[in-house]
C-alpha cells in the first residue's frame, strides 16, 4: 500500500515537503514502470490530511531519499553573514583605538623620561604647562579609560527596542527602555492587537522580577554617599566619555599651538625632542577623534546597527541584540587580538547568551535564535543543544524564554533536514515530551501580578509540543524514536479526545481544536511508517486503549469538523495494516457502521473515499470484518448502487469493498453474497472500457461474481451487455499486452486478469467444452494468450505476490503465487509442455 499520506512525507504547518519521484528500474528480467509520487501531507495541514484518491493502499511507493536540503543557508546563496559588517567595524575601530593607545604610551613615556627626566629645568615655562596638560590628559585617557562605562552609556542611547540589555562588562547589567515602553518589548514580527498587549504585560512582569534581584543593579549605584543621581555610576560614565573628548580637543590645540610656533629654545637636544612629543600627542589625540568620528558616523550616520538587524531579520529585537553584539565584538578586539572579534557569528553569540546564569540575557539569545529559525537562509545556523533543553523549563518567570525557545525548535524542525538534527539531541525528544502538559493552573489571585502567581500558559505549549512533534515524526526514524519514547505514546493519544461539546460547539477555542487536529496528525503519520517500525507503532497505538474509542468520537461528533474526521479514517486505515488492530476496531463497537454511513452519505465525496478506503481494508482477509459489515442489511445495495454511480473513488472503493466481501467473507455468507450477480453487467462494462485502478478491481471483482455462475450465466450476461465471447477475450489479451511487465500503480493487474482466464477455461471444461456456446480454450489460443502467460511467467516480481504495501514492503500476502497461477493457466491451455524454465 502507499501511503497516500506519507508515511514520512506528511508536511508541516504550510506543506512544504518535495516532491518524491520515481525513476526507471529495467532489469533483464523485469521492468517496473515507476510512476510519479507526489509526496502528500502527512499531517494535511492545509486540507485536514485528506488523500488525494483511495487507490493509494493497493499499490507500492518508492520512498525518495532525503536530499540534503540547501546546504548551509548563509553560505551557500551567495551572501555574507550581515553581521561580518559589525565585527569588521569594530576590528577597524580596534585599529584605531590601539594605535592611538600606543602612540600615547609611548608619547607618555617619552615625556616623563626625555623631557621631564632631562629637561625639566631647561624647558620654558609655556612647554612646562603643556607637556605637564598633555600628559595628564593623554595619560588619564590610555591608562584610565573606562570601556565599560562608556559601552554601557552607548548601549543606552543607541538601544531603542525595549529588552533587557546587559553590557559586556561581567558586572554591569542595564535594561534598557523596558519599564518605560513594556509594549515595545514586546512586539515581535506579526504580533499585534490583544498579542501585543499580553507580551506587554507579560514583559513587564518579567522585569520587575529581575529588578527584585538581590544585588545591586551596578549602573544605577551611586558612589558617594548623600550625593544622589549626580554620583551615579552611569552618569560618571559618560562624563568620563565627554572628558575624554575634551582632552583629546585639547591635546590637539596644545600641540598644533606649539608645533606652529615652535620656540623651543636654544639647548642642544630640546628641539628635537618636543617636536617629537608634540608630534605623537598630536597624532594620538587626532586618532583617538578619528576613531571617535568614524564611530558616530557608522552608528548616527549610516545606522549600521538598523541595517545589520534588517538584513538578519531579526525584527523588532533587532538593535538591542545587535548593540550587545557589537560591544563584545569590539571588547574582544581591544582586550585580545584585534581579530578575535572577527571570529565571533550572531548563532555562537546567543548561544553564549542562552548559557549565561541572567534571564534578561537567555532571552536575548533566544530571540535572536526564534527570529533566525524564521528567516530563510539562517534556518540551520540556529541549532543548539542548550535551546532544546530550554524546553524542560518549568518556572513561571522562565516562561518567556521557554515559549520562544520552542517556536525556534517547532521552526527548525519544520526543515527536513534539521528533523533529525533536533531529534539527535540527547534528550531531545523527552524535553519536548514536557511541553505536553494536560493539568489545569489555578488561576492567580486578581490584586496578585507576581510571576509565581499567574497562570501558566499550558495550552500554548501543547500546541508548540505537538507541532514539533509533528514536524518531527515526518522522517522515518524519529517515528521510531517518538514511539520508544516512554509515555509519550500516550501522551499523544490522549490529546486526541475530543468531547462532543467541543466538536459540535461552533464557538469552541481553536486551540482545543488545533490541539486535537495536531495530535491526530501524529498519530495518523506513526501509523503510516513503513518497515518494521511502521508494525511495531501500529500494534503500540492499537493497544492503547482510548485510540479506536477516541476515533470513534470524532467519527461519531465531528460533522463540523471533517478535517478532523478524515484524520481519523485515515488512522483507522493504517491500524488496519495490523492483524491485531483490526480486531480491535472491529471489536470496538459501532465504528464500522459509522464508517459505512460516511461513505454511503458522505456530501464530500473525499471524506466518502477515506471512508470507503478504511472499510476495503478492514475487509481484507478478515472473515471478522466482513460478518460485520455485513450486518447492515442494506449493505450490498448500497455497494452496488455506488459501482455504478458519480466519482471515480467512490466505484473504486465500493468494488475493492464488494471484491473483499466476496473472497474473505466465509461460507455462511455465500448465499447473501450471491446477490452480487445482480453487479455482473456494470463490472463487463468497466472492464471493457476502464483504465488503470478501476479496471484492475474490475478484474478482480469478476472473478469473484463468476463464483456464484456458471459458464452459461455469463455468457449471457456477457451477452445481455452487448459483449461477445470473442471481445471479452481480446480484452484480457489487450490488458496483458499493456502490462508487459508489473506496474506499480496497478500491481494486481496481472494476477487478477490470469485469474480469470483460468476461470474462463474452467467453465468452458466444465460446460463440455461448451460455455454458452464458447469454447474459451480456443479464443484464448487465437488470441495469443499462451503466449502473454509466457512472457508473464518470465517477468513475475515480488510486487505481485501482495495485496497491499506499506511504502515499498509488501503485506498481506497472496494464498497463491503468481506464478503457480500462470503455470495453472498454461496446463489448460496445454501449452507448457515445451516452455523452458
Not at 525557545?405 to 521552526?411: F, G, I, L, Q, R
Not at 509565581?452 to 495550552?459: F, G, I, N, T
Not at 485510540?547 to 461528533?557: C, D
Not at 483507522?572 to 452519505?601: E, H, P, Q, W, Y
Amino acid at each position: 500500500m502507499k501511503y497516500r499520506k506519507g508515511s514520512s512525507a506528511a508536511a508541516g504547518e504550510s506543506n512544504d515537503d518535495g516532491t518524491p519521484k520515481g525513476g526507471r528500474d529495467a532489469p533483464p528480467s523485469i521492468q517496473l514502470e515507476i510512476v510519479e509520487h507526489h509526496g502528500g501531507g502527512g499531517g494535511g495541514l492545509g486540507n485536514g490530511g485528506g488523500g488525494r484518491g483511495s487507490a493509494s493502499f493497493f499499490q507500492p511507493w518508492r520512498e525518495a531519499t532525503p536530499g540534503s536540503g540547501s546546504g548551509h543557508g548563509r553560505g551557500t546563496r551567495g551572501r555574507e553573514p550581515p553581521e561580518k559588517r559589525l565585527t569588521l567595524f569594530a576590528l577597524r575601530l580596534a585599529v584605531l583605538e590601539k594605535a592611538a593607545s600606543g602612540l600615547g604610551k609611548l608619547d607618555f613615556v617619552w615625556a616623563t623620561v626625555v623631557l621631564l627626566g632631562g629637561f625639566a629645568s631647561a624647558l620654558s615655562i609655556t612647554d612646562f604647562w603643556c607637556v605637564t596638560v598633555i600628559l595628564v590628559g593623554s595619560g588619564a585617557r590610555v591608562f584610565s579609560r573606562s570601556h565599560e562605562l562608556e559601552w554601557q552609556h552607548h548601549s543606552t542611547l543607541t538601544s531603542t527596542a525595549g529588552g533587557a540589555l546587559r553590557s559586556s562588562s561581567r558586572f554591569f547589567r542595564h535594561l534598557v527602555h523596558a519599564l518605560a515602553d513594556p509594549a515595545a518589548a514586546a512586539v515581535t514580527d506579526g504580533a499585534s492587537g490583544q498579542d501585543v498587549r499580553e507580551r506587554a504585560a507579560q514583559f513587564q512582569r518579567q522585569i520587575v522580577a529581575f529588578m527584585k534581584q538581590r544585588t545591586w543593579h551596578a549602573p544605577d549605584v551611586s558612589l558617594l554617599p548623600y550625593t544622589g543621581w549626580v554620583f551615579v555610576s552611569k552618569k560618571i560614565g559618560r562624563l568620563l566619555s565627554w572628558l575624554q573628548v575634551l582632552s583629546a580637543f585639547a591635546c590637539v590645540a596644545l600641540s598644533v599651538m606649539r608645533l606652529w610656533r615652535h620656540d623651543f629654545g636654544d639647548q642642544s637636544n630640546m628641539r628635537p625632542a618636543l617636536l617629537l612629543f608634540y608630534t605623537l600627542a598630536l597624532i594620538e589625540a587626532l586618532l583617538f577623534l578619528l576613531e571617535k568620528a568614524y564611530w558616530t558616523w557608522k552608528i548616527s550616520g549610516e545606522k549600521l546597527l538598523e541595517q545589520v538587524s534588517g538584513e538578519c531579520e531579526l525584527g523588532a529585537y533587532g538593535h538591542v541584540s545587535l548593540t550587545r553584539f557589537f560591544y563584545d565584538a569590539y571588547s574582544r578586539c581591544i582586550t585580545g587580538s584585534i581579530f578575535d572579534g572577527i571570529k565571533m557569528d550572531l548563532v555562537t553569540f546567543a548561544e553564549e547568551l542562552i548559557l549565561s546564569e541572567f534571564l534578561d540575557e537567555q532571552l536575548i539569545g533566544v530571540r535572536i535564535l526564534q527570529q533566525f529559525a524564521s528567516a530563510e537562509g539562517f534556518v540551520r545556523d540556529t541549532l543548539r543543544k542548550r535551546l532544546v533543553e530550554m524546553l524542560n523549563w518549568k518556572r513561571p518567570e522562565e516562561e518567556e524564554v521557554r515559549r520562544c525557545a520552542a517556536e525556534v525548535v517547532s521552526k527548525l524542525a519544520g526543515k527536513r533536514q534539521n528533523a533529525l538534527r533536533v531529534s539527535g539531541i540527547p534528550g531531545a525528544v523527552e524535553s519536548i515530551m514536557s511541553l505536553l502538559y494536560t493539568g489545569w493552573s489555578a488561576p492567580a489571585a486578581p490584586h496578585d501580578t507576581s510571576p509565581a502567581s499567574r497562570s501558566y500558559d499550558h495550552p500554548q505549549f501543547n500546541l508548540l509540543g505537538l507541532l514539533i512533534l509533528k514536524r518531527l515524526a515526518r522522517d522515518h526514524d524519529n517515528c521510531g524514536k517518538i514511539g520508544n519514547t516512554r509515555g509519550l505514546l500516550a501522551k499523544i493519544i490522549e490529546f486526541t479526545h475530543a468531547s462532543p461539546g467541543l466538536l459540535r460547539n461552533p464557538l469552541a477555542p481553536d486551540s482545543q481544536v488545533r490541539a486535537v487536529k495536531r495530535a491526530l496528525q501524529i498519530v495518523k503519520m506513526l501509523v503510516s511508517t513503513t518497515g518494521g517500525t511502521g508494525k511495531m507503532l501500529r500494534q503500540e497505538v492499537a493497544e492503547n486503549v482510548f485510540t479506536v474509542s477516541n476515533l470513534r468520537g470524532v467519527l461519531q461528533h465531528g460533522q463540523q469538523h471533517q478535517a478532523l474526521q478524515k484524520l481519523a479514517m485515515d488512522i483507522l486505515t493504517g491500524l488496519a495494516m495490523d492483524d491485531r488492530a483490526k480486531r480491535v476496531i472491529v471489536c470496538t463497537g459501532g465504528v464500522v457502521k459509522l464508517l459505512l454511513s460516511i461513505f454511503f452519505n458522505a456530501d464530500d465525496k473525499e471524506l466518502g473515499g477515506e471512508a470507503g478506503e478504511a472499510l476495503a481494508i478492514l475487509a481484507l482477509e478478515s472473515e471478522a470484518s466482513c460478518a460485520v459489515i455485513l450486518k447492515r442489511d442494506d449493505v450490498l445495495d448500497h455497494l452496488m448502487s455506488a459501482l455504478g454511480g458519480d466519482g471515480e473513488a467512490r466505484r473504486l472503493n465500493a468494488a475493492r469493498i464488494l471484491r473483499n466481501l466476496c473472497a474473505y467473507a466465509g461460507e455462511k455468507h455465500q448465499e447473501r453474497l450471491s446477490a452480487v450477480t445482480k453487479a455482473m453487467p456494470v463490472v463487463l462494462k468497466t472492464t471493457m472500457t476502464g483504465s488503470d485502478k478501476i479496471l484492475e478491481v474490475s478484474v478482480g471483482l469478476t472473478t469473484q461474481i463468476c463464483k456464484f455462475i456458471d459458464g452459461e450465466r455469463f455468457a449471457a450476461e456477457l451477452h445481455g451487455t452487448g459483449i461477445d465471447e470473442r471481445g471479452y477475450v481480446e480484452r484480457l489479451a489487450s490488458i496483458l499486452r499493456e502490462h508487459r511487465y508489473p506496474v506499480i500503480r496497478v500491481p494486481r493487474m496481472r494476477r487478477f486478469v490470469v485469474q480469470q482466464v483460468i476461470w474462463l477455461m474452467s467453465s468452458s471444461s466444465a460446460d463440455g467444452g461448451d460455455a454458452g456456446g464458447a469454447d474459451y480454450v480456443s479464443l484464448l489460443r487465437e488470441a495469443g494468450m499462451e503466449r502473454l502467460l509466457e512472457s508473464i511467467a518470465d517477468t513475475t516480481s515480488e510486487l505481485e505476490c501482495y495485496h497491499v504495501f506499506s511504502g515499498s514492503v509488501g503485506i498481506n500476502k497472496h494464498r497463491e503465487n503468481l506464478s503457480a497461477a500462470v503455470d495453472a493457466a498454461l496446463e489448460l491451455l496445454g501449452g507448457d509442455g515445451g516452455r523452458a524454465e
